[in-house]
């Protein structure tokens, strides 16, 4: 069984271990932090159409999301490898600078272009929020006590996602679009203040040179995976050349980095991670388990709308199922479950939750089932998938010596990113593929399908509608589908899983072996 990578020498002695007030101070502005990055990453989406009534450039619109998204995706690994190298503090301070400087600029700007390379600003700040907070709790908290703190942050990302778009649209109403990002600012300072005068290095520093080169060709091939999967059938199509382009460098320079990580002394991305067989597992099953639920929960709204014929607003509400389930498994997952010092018994039995739960959507959606079917099966799959998220983490973390525990958390929340892109990315293909199939073996939807489903409004016939509506309806059904197949696939890999007992002392010693199986 693979045991836990050896630490090298630390150049600074450890710090003392820190107060239960000190932990919570810390913790307060880290929860600050993570609620403005996670609510910000939905916020945006109803303020849209304010924005381009503003600002124009509506062919470019999905930018103003995509340029966040790829810019937080993609520097999350880099910041946890620095992290390890120059302390939490100095990284999480300037995530949070970066942040914020790159939401007065998205607030100030004047046309699109703008607003999406200041949105870009802001990713990159946010890119360090996630996977720093969970560093830095993971530095502050034996393994043993971290499932309670593990679960809030699960849960407030949770909140954030049904409460961003709420608070967009009260915003832009009440003010304006722009203030959505100048919110950002009184919130933002109160988090740096707390968490500048509060937080300590509580881990040795180890001062080595920085990999620029191995830096530059991990960006180069992420960015240009993440443009392959974010505008691969939407700005263009799969077999077109810009597409085809970005994939040759992503593979060239991904083939790159790993030659060069394998010579470098002190690179970016110590390979020596994936020689541990639970790092490898867990990248794995949170990579397959965020493609599963973000390639499917996308289309929940739609499928209320489109096929069920509730109104936008109510449909949001609808999706709410999902995510008060998976808030309240973190928290009872952090307060109660993990007492036990185990993690990987939650995990397996939320999976297996989640797994079930979704082929009772994808089931349900294709046999017209009712509310009282689908909401029920929404909450279940939340509270299977809030077993798997903490525990992961708390799993990488207490398997992974301190030197690399910062770029192992980091490298597991890039993981998920990059699942869940995948995710987005290959059921919309999916839908699209089903939609053109349906459209051509029943002619008469066409019209329907071209102006994005049914309406109300329309002259064609009510059996045209209604074949249209069918047609929505066993096309979301098979992304469902698709999504239980990638979750069932994600439970299987965590079979696998090893477990090593949770520590209940301060996490700097050595790890202890693997619990038997």
Not at 268 to 278: G, I, M, Q, S, Y
Request: charged share 10%.
């Amino acid at each position: 069984m693979t045991q836990p990578i050896a630490t090298p020498a630390a150049t600074l002695p450890v710090a003392s271990p820190p107060s239960a007030q000190e932990i919570q101070r810390v913790f307060i502005g880290l929860v600050i932090v993570l609620a403005l990055g996670a609510i910000d990453q939905s916020i945006v989406a109803t303020a849209l159409p304010r924005i381009v009534s503003d600002l124009g450039g509506i062919n470019h619109l999905s930018w103003v999301v995509t340029a966040y998204v790829l810019a937080s995706t993609a520097t999350m690994p880099l910041y946890g490898k620095l992290s390890d190298q120059y302390g939490r503090k100095p990284m999480v301070m300037f995530a949070i600078l970066v942040f914020l400087l790159g939401s007065v600029l998205s607030g100030a700007a004047r046309n699109l272009i703008e607003l999406i390379v200041f949105r870009a600003v802001q990713g990159v700040g946010a890119g360090g929020l996630l996977p720093l907070a969970q560093i830095i709790i993971g530095d502050m908290v034996p393994p043993t006590q971290r499932g309670r703190r593990q679960g809030v942050i699960a849960a407030i990302f949770a909140v954030c996602s049904v409460v961003g778009p709420v608070l967009g649209g009260l915003i832009t109403d009440l003010l304006s679009w722009h203030w959505i990002f100048y919110v950002n600012l009184p919130v933002g300072a109160v988090a740096l203040v707390m968490i500048g005068r509060t937080l300590r290095q509580y881990t040795p520093l180890h001062h080595r040179r920085i990999d620029y080169l191995g830096s530059a060709l991990m960006t180069i091939a992420t960015v240009s995976l993440l443009l392959v999967l974010t505008l691969g059938g939407t700005q263009w199509p799969w077999a077109s050349a810009p597409i085809a382009g970005f994939a040759a460098c992503a593979a060239l320079t991904g083939v790159l980095f790993v030659r060069h990580v394998r010579h470098e002394p002190e690179p970016v991305l110590p390979l020596a991670l994936f020689h541990n067989r639970l790092f490898v597992i867990a990248c794995t099953v949170m990579a397959l388990t965020f493609m599963g639920l973000l390639g499917a929960s996308l289309f929940f709204p739609l499928f209320f709308q489109l096929v069920m014929g509730v109104s936008p607003a109510r449909s949001g509400l609808m999706t709410g199922p999902l995510m008060v389930g998976i808030a309240a498994a973190s928290l009872f997952n952090g307060r109660v479950l993990l007492r036990a010092g185990r993690y990987k018994p939650a995990q397996v039995i939320g999976l297996a939750v989640a797994t079930v739960a979704f082929g009772v959507l994808a089931w349900s959606a294709a046999t017209s089932q009712g509310l009282g079917v689908i909401e029920p099966s929404m909450l279940s799959l939340g509270l299977g998938l809030g077993l798997v998220m903490p525990n992961m983490t708390i799993a990488v973390q207490n398997a992974l010596a301190p030197v690399h525990r910062g770029v192992g958390t980091a490298t597991l929340a890039f993981f998920r990113s990059l699942g869940g892109l995948v995710g987005v990315a290959g059921s919309g293909a999916i839908l699209a593929w089903q939609l053109r199939r349906s459209s051509n073996l029943l002619p008469h939807t066409a019209t329907l399908l071209a102006e994005g489903g049914p309406s109300p409004d329309s002259v064609l016939s009510l059996h045209a509608q209604a074949a249209a509506v069918a047609v929505y309806r066993h096309a979301i059904a098979f992304t469902f589908v698709t999504g239980t197949l990638v979750v069932a696939c994600a439970f299987l890999v965590i079979l696998l899983l090893p477990e090593f007992p949770l520590r209940d002392h301060h996490p700097h010693a050595a790890a202890p072996a693997p619990v038997a199986e």
